[in-house]
Structure formats: C-alpha cells, structure tokens
C-alpha cells in the first residue's frame, strides 16, 4: 500500500495571499526570514489579511538560511508562550521549513531534535495548530511537502525531517512574491525544482500519481527557467507553478542521491556553504549517469528526453541527451560543473572555495552521511561507500562517471 499526501487547500495565481483573510482562528504566529517579505510589502499585507480575518498576529522574523536547530528551539519557545492556532511561515525554503520544526517542537515540547529525525517517525500533530505555507522562491516546494531540512552546525550536517504529519493544510502559491527574487535565487532554485522532479520521476516510490506530476513539472521548467532567469515575468509567474507540481512529485515518490549528496556537503566546508540549489545542479548530471546503468533508471531517463523531445535513438544516447542539456542549462544559468569551481554565491569560480586537501580529508565521512540520509533508500541504483565517495570525487573535479 502507498500513500499521496498534499495539502488539503492550495491557493495559487497572482493575489492569492488573500485566502489569509479568510482563515479562522484566534491566534496566529508568522515565521519569516532576512527581510524580503516585509522589505517588498507582503509581511504587512499578510498581517493585515490575518487580523481582518479576526486573529492576534505575532511575528518571527530573522531565519536564517539553512536555519539551525537553536533556530528552531527558540522558535517554539515563542510558540509555547504565545499559543497561536494558526502557524504561518512565509518566504523561501528556509522559514518554511524551520517554523515545520517549530510546529513540531510547540505540540511536543519535550520530543528531541534525534526524535524529530527519525524517518516517518512524527507523532500526529495538528492538537495545537494548523500551519500555512507561503512561497516567495520558485524550487523548495516546501510549501506542499512533507519535508523540513535543519543544520547541526557543530556537525556540520543538514538534517532532513520526513514525516507526511508536516505536510501544510494550505499552501499559498501567489507567484506575485516569486517575482522580485533576485536571478541567482532564480537560478538556483529552478535548478533544485528540476533535481526535485527528475529524481521523483526515476524514484523506487514512483508511481501513477506522482509521474504526470514530474513530467509536467520537467516539461514547464525545460520551457520557462532560463526565460525567467533571464527576467521574462511570464515565465517566473509559471515556474512558481512548476516547482510546486515538483513539489507535490516528490513528497509522494521522494528522491534520490543527488540530495543525499547536497545535504552533507551543504554544510561541512570550513570557508561557506554550497547553496542547495546549486548543489544539486552540479551533481544531477552525475548521478544521471551513475543511474543509468540500471536498466530500469535508463528507461525513464529516457522517457524524460522523449517527453523534452530532445531527440535521441537508444536509452542510452537519450540518457547521454539529458546529461548535455542539464550542463549547458547550468551554463545558461551560471551555475558551476563541480565543487572545484564552486566560487562564493554558487557562482563559477578558478579557484573556488573548497580547497581540495579539505575536500579529501572529508570524502570518506560525507560519504558515509549520505548513504545514511533519507533521500538514499529511494535511489534507483544503491551506492557503496566506496562507490558513493567515487562519485562524490566526480562532482568535485567534473571528471566523467564510468563505473
């Protein structure tokens, strides 16, 4: 028996940050981050909705990126002593996904970060409060899945928290905030959008209701990322519609080892992270490759190409198709080929900002973390250690995957 899980209302079009009006409830608490929503006017207009619709409204402000475990403990503690019945997180990725840990923290105050980790492991939620999703980023999706992503900063890993308990009963999809994201945002995120729906779509956990979801998602991203990247407001409207249908793809089917490998190195190096979204645009080529030589994997890489109508005879050249389009769309996005020219803001760089005697003396642990991270298990093709710390060298020099 599987399972399908989506928010149980879904807002989405331009101005539809005005459903917040329509919410009933006593108390609501708005988790936000850096400054974008309020420096361009949504956080005001989003209080504004929940008190007309009758509500006490108290705010969050300042999550960070990656947000962090002490993040999420403080955050709750705000909740435990306010009391909201209504949790609302808006922005990017990662005030969604800290204020899902907070919700988490706040209706079990005693359950532990370790606890919250464990795989499909959440007690039922919903005791204290509902929680509402706002996207202002067109790739997480973390609006409409069953997903949150904390870092340990004294491990220096990013921890996934998977239960379908933290999947929002309404997400807001208004593309009106998505449009003043600056173009490296745009890039970035578009990319983890097109990892998110590739990976669900050659997913073990794949399945008839999350494929037309993926390819659809894939079909509209192929069409409208570089255009939106290039500053065509169509098409940024359309891609905030896109990575959600990515989005709902994956928190059904999951993914893969590109996450695996995104989440423990995000977080390890000592001079700065490897943005999320670039991450993944570096090593989806990569693992495309080392998949393929699962016939199965092959086949659906193959159905990505003919669905793209990129051209192509065999499985394998198609396979061969999908690798060259996603390098030169990482080029069209500025985007590096590999960790080596990773430079500061995910940009390409000579020299970049993971030394290589670093990235040696940590192959072997950051190896052995993404086999263990929940996005392995769904893989099509299960990596070693050895296997996995060869693939992780092949990300890091932009050397060809041949085994």
């Given at each position: 028996?599987?399972?399908?899980?989506?928010?149980?209302?879904?807002?989405?079009?331009?101005?539809?940050?005005?459903?917040?009006?329509?919410?009933?409830?006593?108390?609501?608490?708005?988790?936000?981050?850096?400054?974008?929503?309020?420096?361009?006017?949504?956080?005001?207009?989003?209080?504004n909705y929940?008190?007309?619709?009758?509500m006490?409204?108290?705010?969050?402000?300042?999550?960070?990126?990656?947000?962090?475990?002490?993040?999420?403990?403080?955050?709750?503690?705000?909740?435990?002593?306010?009391?909201?019945?209504?949790i609302?997180?808006?922005?990017?990725?990662?005030?969604?996904?800290?204020?899902?840990?907070?919700?988490?923290?706040?209706?079990?105050?005693?359950?532990?970060f370790?606890?919250?980790?464990?795989?499909?492991?959440?007690?039922?939620?919903?005791?204290?409060?509902?929680?509402?999703?706002?996207?202002?980023?067109?790739?997480?999706?973390?609006e409409?899945?069953?997903?949150?992503?904390?870092?340990?900063?004294?491990?220096g890993i990013?921890?996934?928290?998977?239960?379908?308990?933290i999947?929002?009963d309404?997400?807001?999809?208004?593309?009106g905030?998505?449009?003043?994201?600056?173009v490296?945002?745009?890039a970035?995120?578009?990319m983890?959008?097109?990892?998110?729906?590739i990976?669900?779509y050659?997913?073990?956990a794949?399945?008839?209701?999350?494929?037309?979801?993926?390819?659809?998602?894939?079909?509209?991203?192929?069409t409208?990322?570089v255009?939106s990247?290039?500053?065509?407001?169509?098409?940024?409207?359309?891609?905030?519609?896109?990575q959600?249908?990515?989005?709902?793809?994956?928190?059904?089917?999951?993914?893969?080892?590109?996450?695996s490998?995104?989440?423990?190195?995000?977080?390890?190096?000592?001079?700065g992270?490897?943005?999320h979204?670039?991450?993944?645009?570096?090593y989806?080529?990569?693992?495309?490759?080392?998949?393929?030589?699962?016939?199965?994997?092959?086949?659906?890489?193959?159905?990505?190409?003919?669905?793209?109508?990129?051209?192509?005879?065999?499985?394998?050249?198609?396979?061969?198709?999908?690798?060259?389009?996603?390098?030169?769309?990482?080029?069209?996005?500025?985007?590096?080929?590999c960790?080596?020219?990773y430079?500061?803001?995910?940009?390409?760089?000579?020299?970049?900002?993971?030394?290589?005697?670093?990235?040696?003396e940590?192959l072997?642990?950051?190896?052995?973390?993404?086999?263990?991270?929940?996005c392995?298990?769904?893989?099509?093709?299960?990596?070693s250690?050895?296997?996995?710390?060869?693939?992780?060298?092949?990300?890091y020099?932009?050397?060809?995957?041949?085994?």
């Amino acid at each position: 028996m599987a399972r399908f899980t989506l928010p149980r209302d879904l807002y989405h079009g331009k101005g539809s940050l005005e459903a917040l009006k329509n919410f009933t409830g006593k108390k609501a608490i708005i988790c936000v981050g850096g400054g974008s929503m309020k420096r361009n006017g949504f956080l005001d207009k989003a209080v504004n909705y929940l008190k007309e619709a009758g509500m006490e409204v108290e705010l969050f402000e300042g999550i960070e990126p990656d947000p962090s475990v002490e993040t999420v403990m403080r955050g709750a503690e705000v909740m435990q002593k306010f009391g909201p019945d209504w949790i609302v997180a808006m922005g990017g990725g990662s005030p969604i996904d800290a204020a899902k840990a907070m919700w988490i923290k706040y209706e079990y105050p005693d359950i532990t970060f370790e606890d919250m980790c464990k795989v499909f492991g959440i007690p039922p939620l919903r005791k204290k409060a509902r929680f509402c999703a706002i996207s202002s980023t067109s790739g997480t999706a973390t609006e409409v899945t069953a997903f949150s992503i904390i870092t340990d900063y004294e491990k220096g890993i990013k921890y996934p928290i998977a239960d379908f308990e933290i999947t929002p009963d309404v997400a807001i999809v208004d593309s009106g905030l998505a449009e003043t994201m600056p173009v490296h945002l745009v890039a970035h995120t578009g990319m983890d959008a097109m990892t998110h729906a590739i990976e669900a779509y050659v997913s073990t956990a794949n399945c008839n209701y999350t494929d037309p979801l993926a390819i659809w998602a894939i079909k509209m991203i192929e069409t409208d990322l570089v255009k939106s990247y290039n500053g065509d407001m169509d098409s940024r409207n359309k891609m905030h519609d896109a990575q959600c249908l990515a989005g709902m793809a994956f928190s059904n089917a999951l993914l893969g080892i590109v996450h695996s490998m995104a989440h423990k190195t995000g977080a390890v190096f000592k001079n700065g992270h490897i943005i999320h979204g670039a991450a993944n645009a570096m090593y989806l080529p990569k693992v495309i490759k080392f998949n393929s030589k699962d016939e199965t994997a092959k086949k659906r890489y193959g159905e990505i190409v003919d669905y793209m109508g990129l051209g192509g005879n065999t499985d394998d050249e198609k396979t061969d198709i999908l690798i060259n389009y996603l390098r030169k769309m990482n080029d069209d996005l500025n985007i590096p080929h590999c960790i080596k020219n990773y430079g500061e803001g995910g940009v390409p760089a000579e020299t970049g900002i993971v030394p290589e005697d670093e990235f040696l003396e940590k192959l072997p642990s950051i190896a052995a973390n993404a086999l263990l991270d929940a996005c392995t298990g769904s893989n099509p093709r299960q990596p070693s250690q050895e296997e996995m710390e060869k693939l992780l060298k092949c990300c890091y020099y932009d050397t060809d995957v041949d085994f």
